[in-house]
């Protein structure tokens, strides 16, 4: 499978020298001159090709909840959709939900972890980047947002 990744000019517009490592196992490729970037590489869904029902990432997450008898599933797109597990279709989907604005830019952070409280009234994600959100995830609404604070050991 071929990736590009066309913003390596913008990174690299002046090095004349420069090194690469690529991890198979977290598939990641990291590039380095002056400074060093770390290129996540997933498969990715060709939007133009989906109807826009499902995940364009890999799902990391499939839950069920007891109390409202639905099922949740969260993906590395940055997404938590809720589905009817009795009919199959979705019943509310919830795009960027863990963000950063990097250089000025949205971008998607991946969630890794997710999980009910012990009443199954709230979703917890937690993202790759140590962030942690509590949601009432039947009407779309982040309830508390934690994140690790630079410097804090």
Same mark, same amino acid.
């Given at each position: 499978?071929? #990736?590009?990744?066309?913003? *390596?000019?913008?990174? &690299?517009?002046?090095?004349?020298?420069?090194?690469? /490592? /690529?991890?198979?196992?977290?598939?990641?490729?990291?590039?380095?001159?002056?400074?060093?970037?770390? $290129?996540?590489?997933?498969?990715?869904?060709?939007?133009? *090709?989906?109807?826009?029902?499902?995940?364009?990432?890999?799902?990391?997450?499939?839950?069920?909840?007891?109390? &409202?008898?639905?099922?949740?599933?969260?993906?590395?797109?940055? /997404?938590?959709?809720?589905?009817?597990? &009795?009919?199959?279709?979705? #019943?509310?989907?919830?795009?960027?939900?863990?963000?950063?604005? $990097?250089?000025?830019?949205?971008?998607?952070?991946? $969630?890794?972890?997710?999980? &009910?409280?012990?009443?199954? #009234?709230?979703? *917890?994600?937690?993202?790759?980047?140590?962030?942690?959100?509590?949601?009432?995830?039947?009407?779309?609404?982040?309830?508390?947002?934690?994140?690790?604070?630079?410097?804090?050991?």
């Amino acid at each position: 499978m071929l #990736q590009s990744y066309g913003d *390596l000019t913008r990174h &690299f517009a002046y090095e004349s020298r420069l090194a690469y /490592y /690529y991890n198979r196992d977290s598939r990641e490729l990291v590039v380095a001159g002056r400074i060093v970037v770390a $290129i996540k590489c997933c498969a990715k869904l060709r939007l133009d *090709l989906t109807d826009g029902n499902t995940h364009s990432a890999p799902v990391s997450v499939v839950l069920y909840n007891k109390l &409202f008898k639905n099922i949740v599933t969260c993906g590395l797109d940055s /997404y938590i959709i809720v589905w009817d597990p &009795f009919t199959g279709k979705r #019943q509310l989907l919830m795009k960027n939900c863990h963000t950063r604005v $990097i250089y000025g830019e949205n971008v998607d952070i991946e $969630i890794t972890a997710a999980c &009910f409280n012990t009443m199954a #009234q709230f979703l *917890l994600t937690g993202a790759r980047d140590g962030s942690v959100k509590i949601w009432n995830y039947n009407n779309a609404t982040c309830i508390r947002n934690m994140n690790i604070e630079s410097g804090v050991k």
